[in-house]
Structures are given as structure tokens and as C-alpha cells.
């Protein structure tokens, strides 16, 4: 879940609505925006580069948000979602390849995980941003998940010392149960980083927090993506009052 979203300059009043991918071709408008921003933008190093697309073996299985711009046709924003029953015909979670899930094993028939969130360059505002949350919001109200697992990913651009910084600031005041912890297969070396920076948060981890999520332990180094990436567990009993009220009413 690559955290991308900043402050752009103002834009003239758009037309956007959030859809699930009901075909094929719309799987791709999905693929194709997250090569965009995580290869072309970001420098992943994507085995699909060739084909202009971000594809995994999980895609498939998963449920794609996509936000579009109604003036352009244009999918300026996604989401992805894999369900439980998906995920066992999957062979488990994105997240396994970077964690060991083991101690979640209780949780699994009720735990959907989100991904690959992105937004286009040009659309890195308030109003995407809502419109997802508002897909993801209709999407836990039509499906009764009770848990939502992640990861959200943090730039290494400086050798992963903002991102040791950031787990740092929010570990303290949101770590998960000790029962609910995650072990990174590919542990990001917190102790040889300088992890006392003064940080912004991502505004993505951030939402996350004020929905009620835990960060369920250190965190994982992604060297395929560049990016650390934090393990986020939401239980949606924990879901606040606040973000219920502004965005899963829309969804009833």
C-alpha cells in the first residue's frame, strides 16, 4: 500500500466516482495506473515492466477499486481487496511475503487485506482520497469482514532512516496486542538506522491510526518496491465514531 498522496495545486472541480472492476480490461485500468506510480514514478522493479502494467499472481483473486474521472474516462486511483474466501484459493495473503501471519491464524475467515493503493500525480487530493475511502467503507459494509490487514509503505529514498523514524513515532502510542504481532521475513535494521528524525507521517498510515488501526510489529524491507512497509491491523469494531459517520454512512 504505497503511501502517495501530497498536496497538489488547486484543480478546477472534478467529476469522480469509485467503482469496483466488474471486467478485464478493467483489472488492467487498475494495473495499468499502479505501473505508472510505482514503476514509471516510483522506480519498482516490476517482472511485468514489458507490458506497461504492475500484474501479480494475486490480482486475480482480488477486488479492484478504481476511482475515475467522469469528464475523462480516465482512472485516476485504486484499490485493491482480497477477501478470505479469495485469499485461501490464493494460497494466502500478499502480506505473507513479507510477514510471518502466523499469530493472525484465528482471525483469517474474517480478515479481507487491502493493497496497491495509489493515485495519479494530478489527483493526489482530499476528494480521490475520499472517494476511496468511501469505496473501501461500501465494500466492509456489504461484505461483514470483520478485520482489515495491510501494508503501508514508506519511502527508503534515504537509506530507510525516515522510515525507522515514522515506526518509531507511531509504534508508541498504536502497537498491536502482543497476540496479534507480525514478524518481517526481511527485517528493515532499525538499530543501524537513525530513527529519532522529526517525521511527517504519511498521510495514508495516518488515516489508518484514526480509523483505530495497530501497527502489529517492526517493520519489513521491501527492496523489489524500495520501500519499508508497515503492517497495519484494523479490527473494524475499533473503526472511530468519526470516520463511521462521515464515510460508511455513504455506504448504506
Same mark, same amino acid.
Given at each position: 500500500?504505497?503511501?502517495?498522496?501530497?498536496?497538489?495545486? $488547486?484543480?478546477?472541480? *472534478?467529476?469522480?466516482?469509485?467503482?469496483?472492476?466488474?471486467?478485464?480490461?478493467?483489472?488492467?485500468?487498475?494495473?495499468?495506473? *499502479?505501473?505508472?506510480?510505482?514503476?514509471?514514478?516510483?522506480?519498482?522493479?516490476?517482472?511485468? $515492466?514489458?507490458?506497461?502494467?504492475?500484474?501479480?499472481?494475486?490480482?486475480?483473486?482480488?477486488? =479492484?477499486?478504481?476511482? *475515475?474521472?467522469?469528464?475523462?474516462?480516465?482512472?485516476?486511483?485504486?484499490?485493491?481487496?482480497?477477501?478470505?474466501?479469495?485469499?485461501?484459493?490464493?494460497?494466502?495473503?500478499?502480506?505473507?511475503? #513479507?510477514?510471518?501471519?502466523?499469530?493472525?491464524?484465528?482471525?483469517?475467515?474474517?480478515?479481507? #487485506?487491502?493493497?496497491?493503493?495509489?493515485?495519479?500525480?494530478?489527483?493526489?487530493?482530499?476528494?480521490?482520497?475520499?472517494?476511496?475511502?468511501? @469505496?473501501?467503507?461500501?465494500?466492509?459494509?456489504?461484505?461483514?469482514?470483520?478485520?482489515?490487514?495491510?501494508?503501508?509503505?514508506?519511502?527508503?529514498?534515504?537509506?530507510?532512516?525516515? $522510515?525507522?523514524?515514522?515506526?518509531?513515532?507511531?509504534?508508541?502510542?498504536?502497537?498491536?496486542?502482543?497476540?496479534?504481532?507480525?514478524?518481517? =521475513?526481511?527485517?528493515?535494521?532499525? #538499530?543501524?538506522?537513525? @530513527?529519532?528524525?522529526?517525521?511527517?507521517?504519511?498521510?495514508?498510515?495516518?488515516?489508518?491510526?484514526?480509523?483505530?488501526?495497530?501497527?502489529? @510489529?517492526?517493520?519489513?524491507?521491501?527492496?523489489?518496491?524500495?520501500?519499508?512497509?508497515?503492517?497495519?491491523?484494523?479490527?473494524?469494531?475499533?473503526?472511530?465514531?468519526?470516520?463511521?459517520?462521515?464515510?460508511?454512512?455513504?455506504?448504506?
Amino acid at each position: 500500500m504505497l503511501d502517495l498522496i501530497r498536496q497538489p495545486a $488547486a484543480n478546477p472541480v *472534478r467529476r469522480l466516482s469509485c467503482d469496483l472492476a466488474t471486467t478485464h480490461t478493467q483489472m488492467q485500468e487498475a494495473q495499468r495506473i *499502479r505501473y505508472q506510480v510505482f514503476g514509471e514514478e516510483m522506480g519498482a522493479k516490476l517482472p511485468s $515492466a514489458a507490458t506497461g502494467l504492475d500484474v501479480d499472481r494475486f490480482d486475480m483473486y482480488c477486488d =479492484h477499486l478504481l476511482v *475515475r474521472d467522469q469528464n475523462s474516462n480516465k482512472v485516476v486511483g485504486t484499490y485493491r481487496i482480497l477477501p478470505p474466501e479469495q485469499a485461501r484459493m490464493a494460497g494466502g495473503y500478499y502480506s505473507e511475503t #513479507e510477514f510471518d501471519m502466523s499469530k493472525l491464524a484465528s482471525l483469517r475467515a474474517n480478515m479481507a #487485506e487491502v493493497g496497491r493503493s495509489c493515485v495519479d500525480a494530478d489527483y493526489r487530493d482530499g476528494a480521490t482520497i475520499t472517494q476511496l475511502w468511501s @469505496g473501501l467503507a461500501d465494500y466492509i459494509t456489504k461484505h461483514g469482514h470483520e478485520y482489515l490487514i495491510g501494508c503501508a509503505s514508506m519511502s527508503m529514498s534515504d537509506g530507510g532512516h525516515y $522510515a525507522a523514524s515514522v515506526f518509531n513515532k507511531v509504534h508508541k502510542l498504536h502497537a498491536a496486542p502482543d497476540e496479534y504481532t507480525v514478524t518481517p =521475513h526481511n527485517r528493515l535494521p532499525l #538499530e543501524s538506522l537513525n @530513527g529519532e528524525m522529526e517525521v511527517i507521517i504519511p498521510p495514508l498510515i495516518k488515516g489508518y491510526l484514526r480509523m483505530g488501526a495497530y501497527i502489529a @510489529g517492526e517493520p519489513a524491507w521491501d527492496p523489489e518496491f524500495n520501500c519499508a512497509d508497515l503492517f497495519i491491523l484494523l479490527p473494524v469494531s475499533r473503526i472511530t465514531a468519526r470516520f463511521s459517520k462521515h464515510f460508511m454512512r455513504k455506504a448504506s
